[in-house]
Protein backbone atom coordinates (compact mmCIF):
# COMPACT_ATOMS: atom_id res chain seq x y z
CA UNK A 1 0.00 0.00 0.00
CA UNK A 2 1.01 3.26 -0.80
CA UNK A 3 0.67 6.73 1.25
CA UNK A 4 1.47 10.44 0.95
CA UNK A 5 3.64 12.04 3.83
CA UNK A 6 1.60 13.53 6.16
CA UNK A 7 1.57 17.14 6.93
CA UNK A 8 2.67 18.94 10.20
CA UNK A 9 -0.35 20.79 11.39
CA UNK A 10 0.92 24.43 12.08
CA UNK A 11 -0.66 24.67 15.33
CA UNK A 12 -2.50 22.18 18.24
CA UNK A 13 -5.67 23.25 18.48
CA UNK A 14 -7.13 23.88 22.31
CA UNK A 15 -7.64 21.20 24.26
CA UNK A 16 -9.41 20.44 27.37
CA UNK A 17 -8.18 18.09 29.66
CA UNK A 18 -10.24 17.70 32.57
CA UNK A 19 -13.06 15.03 32.37
CA UNK A 20 -17.02 16.66 32.22
CA UNK A 21 -17.85 17.58 35.66
CA UNK A 22 -20.29 15.24 37.44
CA UNK A 23 -22.20 17.97 38.80
CA UNK A 24 -23.04 18.83 35.26
CA UNK A 25 -24.24 15.49 34.18
CA UNK A 26 -28.02 14.07 34.33
CA UNK A 27 -28.83 12.09 37.48
CA UNK A 28 -29.27 9.01 35.04
CA UNK A 29 -26.00 9.82 33.39
CA UNK A 30 -23.85 10.08 36.90
CA UNK A 31 -25.32 6.76 37.67
CA UNK A 32 -24.74 5.29 34.48
CA UNK A 33 -20.74 6.55 35.05
CA UNK A 34 -20.53 5.24 38.47
CA UNK A 35 -21.68 1.98 37.76
CA UNK A 36 -19.07 1.87 34.42
CA UNK A 37 -16.32 2.82 36.49
CA UNK A 38 -16.87 0.12 39.38
CA UNK A 39 -17.06 -2.88 36.47
CA UNK A 40 -15.07 -5.71 36.63
CA UNK A 41 -14.70 -7.19 33.09
CA UNK A 42 -13.54 -10.95 32.56
CA UNK A 43 -11.03 -10.81 30.77
CA UNK A 44 -10.94 -10.47 26.09
CA UNK A 45 -13.84 -7.89 27.50
CA UNK A 46 -14.25 -4.69 27.16
CA UNK A 47 -17.00 -1.90 28.22
CA UNK A 48 -18.14 1.55 26.93
CA UNK A 49 -20.89 4.10 27.67
CA UNK A 50 -22.63 4.72 24.23
CA UNK A 51 -25.77 6.87 24.26
CA UNK A 52 -26.27 7.01 28.02
CA UNK A 53 -25.84 2.87 28.01
CA UNK A 54 -23.21 1.18 29.54
CA UNK A 55 -22.60 -2.25 26.32
CA UNK A 56 -20.02 -4.95 26.80
CA UNK A 57 -18.66 -6.31 24.33
CA UNK A 58 -15.79 -8.86 23.44
CA UNK A 59 -12.55 -8.13 21.50
CA UNK A 60 -12.72 -9.42 17.95
CA UNK A 61 -12.09 -12.30 15.97
CA UNK A 62 -8.96 -12.96 14.44
CA UNK A 63 -10.41 -11.58 10.83
CA UNK A 64 -11.15 -8.31 13.22
CA UNK A 65 -7.68 -7.76 14.50
CA UNK A 66 -6.06 -8.71 11.64
CA UNK A 67 -7.51 -5.91 9.58
CA UNK A 68 -7.02 -3.48 12.83
CA UNK A 69 -3.27 -4.01 12.71
CA UNK A 70 -2.63 -3.75 9.12
CA UNK A 71 -4.74 -0.59 9.40
CA UNK A 72 -2.08 0.50 12.45
CA UNK A 73 0.63 -1.17 10.98
CA UNK A 74 0.61 1.09 7.91
CA UNK A 75 -0.99 4.07 9.58
CA UNK A 76 2.21 4.02 11.93
CA UNK A 77 4.21 4.47 9.03
CA UNK A 78 2.37 7.00 7.48
CA UNK A 79 2.68 9.43 10.80
CA UNK A 80 6.20 8.18 12.13
CA UNK A 81 8.69 11.00 12.75
CA UNK A 82 5.61 13.96 12.91
CA UNK A 83 3.06 14.60 16.31
CA UNK A 84 0.90 12.26 15.89
CA UNK A 85 0.55 8.41 16.89
CA UNK A 86 -2.16 5.04 16.23
CA UNK A 87 -2.96 3.70 19.59
CA UNK A 88 -5.49 0.76 20.10
CA UNK A 89 -7.48 -0.48 23.78
CA UNK A 90 -7.61 3.17 25.08
CA UNK A 91 -10.37 5.00 27.14
CA UNK A 92 -12.00 7.99 24.86
CA UNK A 93 -13.98 10.17 27.28
CA UNK A 94 -16.66 13.17 26.72
CA UNK A 95 -19.43 14.15 28.64
CA UNK A 96 -19.91 10.58 30.84
CA UNK A 97 -19.64 9.07 27.79
CA UNK A 98 -16.64 6.50 26.89
CA UNK A 99 -15.61 5.20 24.06
CA UNK A 100 -12.83 1.98 23.22
CA UNK A 101 -12.54 2.52 19.21
CA UNK A 102 -10.29 -0.39 17.22
CA UNK A 103 -7.92 2.65 16.37
CA UNK A 104 -7.23 5.98 17.02
CA UNK A 105 -5.12 8.95 15.99
CA UNK A 106 -3.91 11.36 19.22
CA UNK A 107 -0.91 13.65 19.77
CA UNK A 108 2.07 11.47 20.64
CA UNK A 109 2.56 13.14 23.79
CA UNK A 110 -0.91 12.25 24.82
CA UNK A 111 -0.34 12.16 28.55
CA UNK A 112 -1.22 15.61 28.74
CA UNK A 113 -4.33 14.68 26.90
CA UNK A 114 -5.68 12.65 29.72
CA UNK A 115 -8.15 13.22 31.91
CA UNK A 116 -7.50 14.25 35.60
CA UNK A 117 -8.91 11.02 36.62
CA UNK A 118 -6.61 9.11 34.83
CA UNK A 119 -9.46 7.02 33.25
CA UNK A 120 -8.79 7.93 29.67
CA UNK A 121 -8.26 10.66 26.87
CA UNK A 122 -10.55 13.24 26.42
CA UNK A 123 -12.40 13.14 23.17
CA UNK A 124 -10.72 16.89 22.13
CA UNK A 125 -7.72 15.54 21.51
CA UNK A 126 -8.49 12.44 18.97
CA UNK A 127 -8.02 13.49 15.61
CA UNK A 128 -9.44 10.53 14.03
CA UNK A 129 -11.14 7.34 14.82
CA UNK A 130 -11.10 3.93 12.89
CA UNK A 131 -14.15 0.78 13.83
CA UNK A 132 -13.93 -2.59 12.28
CA UNK A 133 -17.94 -3.65 11.82
CA UNK A 134 -18.19 -6.84 14.01
CA UNK A 135 -20.96 -9.85 12.58
CA UNK A 136 -24.41 -9.87 14.29
CA UNK A 137 -26.78 -6.47 13.81
CA UNK A 138 -26.47 -5.10 17.33
CA UNK A 139 -22.63 -4.77 16.72
CA UNK A 140 -23.41 -3.39 13.26
CA UNK A 141 -25.53 -0.98 14.64
CA UNK A 142 -23.35 -0.05 17.18
CA UNK A 143 -20.66 0.80 15.03
CA UNK A 144 -23.00 2.31 11.83
CA UNK A 145 -25.71 4.08 13.66
CA UNK A 146 -24.61 4.66 17.72
CA UNK A 147 -20.69 5.39 17.53
CA UNK A 148 -21.66 7.39 14.23
CA UNK A 149 -23.76 9.84 16.38
CA UNK A 150 -21.72 9.91 19.11
CA UNK A 151 -18.15 10.83 17.50
CA UNK A 152 -20.33 13.23 15.52
CA UNK A 153 -21.37 15.27 18.63
CA UNK A 154 -18.39 14.80 20.19
CA UNK A 155 -16.83 16.50 17.32
CA UNK A 156 -14.36 13.81 16.02
CA UNK A 157 -12.40 15.51 12.48
CA UNK A 158 -12.72 11.96 10.97
CA UNK A 159 -13.90 8.49 11.50
CA UNK A 160 -13.47 5.52 9.45
CA UNK A 161 -15.38 1.99 9.42
CA UNK A 162 -14.58 -0.82 7.91
CA UNK A 163 -17.66 -2.88 6.99
CA UNK A 164 -17.18 -6.92 5.88
CA UNK A 165 -21.46 -6.59 6.34
CA UNK A 166 -21.78 -4.13 3.69
CA UNK A 167 -23.07 -5.52 0.41
CA UNK A 168 -19.28 -7.02 -0.49
CA UNK A 169 -17.54 -5.05 1.55
CA UNK A 170 -17.22 -1.26 2.27
CA UNK A 171 -15.28 1.52 3.19
CA UNK A 172 -16.93 4.63 4.60
CA UNK A 173 -15.11 7.85 5.70
CA UNK A 174 -17.03 10.82 7.67
CA UNK A 175 -15.83 13.80 7.49
CA UNK A 176 -16.82 17.47 8.75
CA UNK A 177 -18.74 16.51 11.81
CA UNK A 178 -21.85 18.42 12.74
CA UNK A 179 -22.43 18.17 16.65
CA UNK A 180 -25.63 19.91 16.79
CA UNK A 181 -27.58 17.14 14.10
CA UNK A 182 -25.44 14.65 15.24
CA UNK A 183 -24.39 13.36 12.09
CA UNK A 184 -21.68 14.58 9.03
CA UNK A 185 -22.00 16.40 6.51
CA UNK A 186 -19.41 14.71 4.25
CA UNK A 187 -19.89 11.15 3.86
CA UNK A 188 -17.73 9.48 1.38
CA UNK A 189 -18.51 5.47 0.62
CA UNK A 190 -16.36 2.99 -1.16
CA UNK A 191 -16.85 -0.98 -1.93
CA UNK A 192 -13.74 -3.13 -1.42
CA UNK A 193 -11.17 -2.73 -4.01
CA UNK A 194 -11.55 0.75 -4.48
CA UNK A 195 -9.04 3.25 -2.90
CA UNK A 196 -10.36 5.88 -0.17
CA UNK A 197 -7.99 8.51 0.80
CA UNK A 198 -7.80 10.32 4.32
CA UNK A 199 -8.42 14.22 3.37
CA UNK A 200 -7.56 16.16 5.87
CA UNK A 201 -5.67 16.02 9.74
CA UNK A 202 -2.70 14.38 10.78
CA UNK A 203 -3.46 10.77 8.56
CA UNK A 204 -4.18 13.35 5.21
CA UNK A 205 -2.72 11.27 2.47
CA UNK A 206 -3.02 8.04 4.36
CA UNK A 207 -4.73 5.76 1.17
CA UNK A 208 -7.30 2.82 2.22
CA UNK A 209 -7.15 -0.22 0.28
CA UNK A 210 -6.62 -4.03 -0.33
CA UNK A 211 -3.79 -4.12 1.29
CA UNK A 212 -5.95 -3.19 4.67
CA UNK A 213 -9.41 -4.34 3.59
CA UNK A 214 -9.17 -7.26 1.20
CA UNK A 215 -10.61 -7.58 -2.01
CA UNK A 216 -14.24 -7.27 -2.81
CA UNK A 217 -16.10 -10.14 -1.65
CA UNK A 218 -18.86 -11.67 -4.01
Request: avoid cysteine; glycine fraction near 8%; aromatic fraction near 6%.
Amino acid sequence: MTALMHERPEAMPEIRTDPEPVSSLSELDEVVWQAWKAIELPEGYRAEIIEGAIELSPTGRHSHSQTVNLFRDDLADHLRGGDFVARQDGNIIHEGRVWVPDLFVVPRDSERYVTADGLGIVASAVRLIVEVVSPGKHNQDRDRIRKRREYARAGIPVYVTIDDYDGGGAVTLFTRPSPEKADWEDIHRVPYGTEVVIPEGPAKGFVIGEAITGPKRD
